[in-house]
Each structure stands twice: as C-alpha cells, then as structure tokens.
C-alpha cells in the first residue's frame, strides 16, 4: 500500500495567492482529516470526512478556508486569499473505523510570503 | 471536551539512559482510544501505539514500553537505553467516541526529546 499521499509536499505562494493542496487516503479507508502543524499551536484538527461527508469543520480557521472530498480516493484544502499566517505544515490522515489506527501523509509545507 | 497534556515540552537525555514521556488526558467517554506518534526531524508522523481504554494492560515492544492507568488518566511513554535515533518529538494523541468511524484525534502539544552521543 502507498499509504496516504500528500501533493505537493512543499509550496511557497504570494500572499493573496489562492492554494489548493491535495490528498489520496488509503484505499479502503473511510475517514480523513485535514490537520495543520505550527510551533505556537502545535497540531489542530481543520476537518474530517467521514465516508466523503464532512463531520466536523469548527477547526477551520475561517472562510478563506475550503475543504472537499469529491470521492472515497480524494480530497483538497483550499485556502483563498492565502495570508502569511496560514504558513504551516498541513498533514492529511485516513482511517478504518477511525480507532483502528491513523495513518498520516508526508505534509504540505506551506510558506506564504 | 477532550484534552490531552504534555507538561514535558523538551527533554535531554545521554545516550544509553532511560526516559519517561508523560501523558495525561482528560475525556468524558468511558471509551476512548489512546495513541503515541512519533514525529522525527524529517517531519512525518509515524504511528507507535494505540489502546483502548478497557485495556490496562503495559505495553513493551523492544525498548518501548508504554504505562496506562486509567485511576490517574496517564499514558506514560517509557524509552530504555535511548539511542540518538530516538531524537524526536512524542506526540500523545485521544480519540473519543468509542471507536465510531467519525472520531477525531486530538494531540498534546508534543514532548522533543533530544539523545546526546
């Protein structure tokens, strides 16, 4: 199995800019989360899926701020207009049953100048 | 709501020596998950554990051993005879919810341990 797969995992974009990052979960698994990383608040859940249905979405920091989930192999995080603040490490992770066990991505390393 | 807290945020260590991870969770659930991740300087989450909260049971796996007790809500990390290549942060994490598909996991802030030669 390829595991969970991030795209692209590093972006620098222009403040403003509109950026869209991408993630296939392992096959088979019915729930994914969107997570994001910094140093001041280390890691926070934005939004999970669970079979292509959004559950949660009080992590989302605000409405510049998108996430879909087209089909079972496929899901995107927006952010439009990107700010400085949003750089960050943005992981995606699936799940079978949840509890089963967590798999994570590699990580987009977003940086917004 | 659930929490999950790290007091350690950084610890070093010389190589050979033991070291103990604390991790202490709040939750209302009576079933509930708990996970250990472990994020090495090349910056992926790489699972370690997960157990359930009916099982109390110690956990040994190599130099890993893992303590649960549910009458002080902790789930202590415990690396024996570290190595360099155990440099990294430990993040404690809790899934609620009883093991339902739309769980969530949420993380402690994460502990960076630092194994010197």
């Known amino acids: 199995d390829a595991g969970v797969i991030q795209s692209p995992r590093h972006e620098v974009t222009e403040m403003g800019q509109e950026v869209t990052l991408r993630c296939k979960p392992i096959?088979?698994?019915?729930?994914l989360f969107w997570y994001r990383q910094t140093m001041m608040r280390g890691l926070e859940l934005l939004i999970y899926?669970?079979?292509?249905?959004?559950?949660?979405d009080s992590g989302m920091p605000e409405d510049r701020f998108s996430a879909k989930m087209p089909n079972a192999s496929f899901s995107t995080l927006k952010i439009q207009p990107s700010e400085p603040r949003d750089s960050a490490v943005y992981f995606c992770?699936?799940?079978?049953?949840?509890?089963?066990?967590?798999?994570f991505g590699s990580g987009t390393r977003l940086t917004v100048v | 709501a659930q929490k999950v807290t790290q007091a350690q945020t950084e610890i070093s260590v010389v190589e050979k020596e033991d070291v103990t991870l604390d991790c202490v969770y709040e939750?209302?659930?009576?079933?509930?998950?708990l996970f250990w991740y472990k994020q090495p300087p090349s910056g992926e989450l790489v699972f370690l554990i997960r157990?359930?909260?009916?099982?109390?049971q110690n956990e040994i796996s190599g130099r890993y051993s893992w303590n649960f007790q549910k009458s002080t809500s902790s789930f202590n990390f415990t690396i024996t005879a570290s190595q360099v290549v155990d440099s990294a942060v430990y993040f404690c994490?809790?899934?609620?919810?009883?093991?339902?598909?739309?769980?969530?996991?949420?993380f402690g802030k994460g502990i960076t341990l630092s194994v010197r030669p």
């Open positions: 992770a699936s799940s079978f049953q949840g509890n089963y066990g967590y798999t």
């Open positions: 096959s088979g698994h019915n729930s």
């Open positions: 899926f669970n079979n292509n249905v959004p559950i949660d």
């Open positions: 939750t209302r659930d009576t079933t509930y998950y």
């Open positions: 157990r359930n909260s009916f099982d109390e």
């Open positions: 994490a809790l899934s609620e919810a009883g093991g339902r598909a739309n769980s969530k996991l949420t």
